[in-house]
T-cell receptor, first 118, second 116 residues
Framework: NAGVMQNPRHLVRRRGQEARLRCSPMKGHSHVYWYRQLPEEGLKFMVYLQKENIIDESGMPKERFSAEFPKEGPSILRIQQVVRGDSAAYFCASYGQNQPGPGNNEQFFGPGTRLTVL | AQSVAQPEDQVNVAEGNPLTVKCTYS??????LFWYVQYPNRGLQFLLKYITGDNLVKGSYGFEAEFNKSQTSFHLKKPSALVSDSALYFCAVRDGWSGGYQKVTFGIGTKLQVIP
């Protein structure tokens, strides 16, 4: 069973460009979370999505950031007009509600995308 | 609102000694508690969880954690530390009564350094 996949693993953008981060959840998982990790701030929740629905975007900046999880394909976190402060590691996690076994509550994390804004 | 506190930025321990990484939480309902580990340049890996039942929970790599309701704590422990345990450890909490929406709050992480 393939784990959570994220690409690219590393992304370099210049100020003002767009960054697009992709996340494919574990097979059978329909819940996706995005987190941002900064060295001194730990792991910060950004957004929680189910297929075709944004459930909670309370951690997402109001401007320039958007997320989607279409019916087909990966979840996308989009950052428009990037600034240096957007440089961070972005992690995606998936969750399968009502999954059997020990994995029925914890989230499964991808390896992350490290965004560097020059 | 739920919250998690990890009071120590870093914990240093000699190899072979017992280790403890502290975590306290605040949640309105019954807590679901988790520990994750992050190795450099990797995503978080699940270690163990407390949902209900025995207060002492055993997890991966010889780690265990003790749920203490009166002290609202869920400290991570290991009887004998290994150098390979050196990593960043995150405690997390979810309100068990939040229904179908599983919002999990993470602590800021504690860096564990095991000294040879």
């Amino acid at each position: 069973n393939a784990g959570v996949m994220q690409n690219p693993r590393h992304l370099v953008r210049r100020r003002g460009q767009e960054a697009r981060l992709r996340c494919s959840p574990m097979k059978g998982h329909s819940h996706v979370y995005w987190y941002r990790q900064l060295p001194e701030e730990g792991l910060k929740f950004m957004v929680y999505l189910q297929k075709e629905n944004i459930i909670d975007e309370s951690g997402m900046p109001k401007e320039r950031f958007s997320a989607e999880f279409p019916k087909e394909g990966p979840s996308i976190l989009r950052i428009q007009q990037v600034v240096r402060g957007d440089s961070a590691a972005y992690f995606c996690a998936s969750y399968g509600q009502n999954q059997p076994g020990p994995g029925n509550n914890e989230q499964f994390f991808g390896p992350g995308t490290r965004l560097t804004v020059l | 609102a739920q919250s998690v506190a990890q009071p120590e930025d870093q914990v240093n321990v000699a190899e072979g000694n017992p280790l403890t990484v502290k975590c306290t939480y605040s949640v309105s309902g019954n807590p679901y508690l988790f520990w994750y580990v992050q190795y450099p340049n990797r995503g978080l890996q699940f270690l163990l969880k407390y949902i209900t039942g025995d207060n002492l929970v055993k997890g991966s790599y010889g780690f265990e954690a003790e749920f203490n309701k009166s002290q609202t704590s869920f400290h991570l422990k290991k009887p004998s530390a290994l150098v390979s345990d050196s990593a960043l450890y995150f405690c997390a909490v979810r309100d068990g009564w939040s229904g179908g929406y599983q919002k999990v709050t993470f602590g800021i992480g504690t860096k564990l350094q095991v000294i040879p």
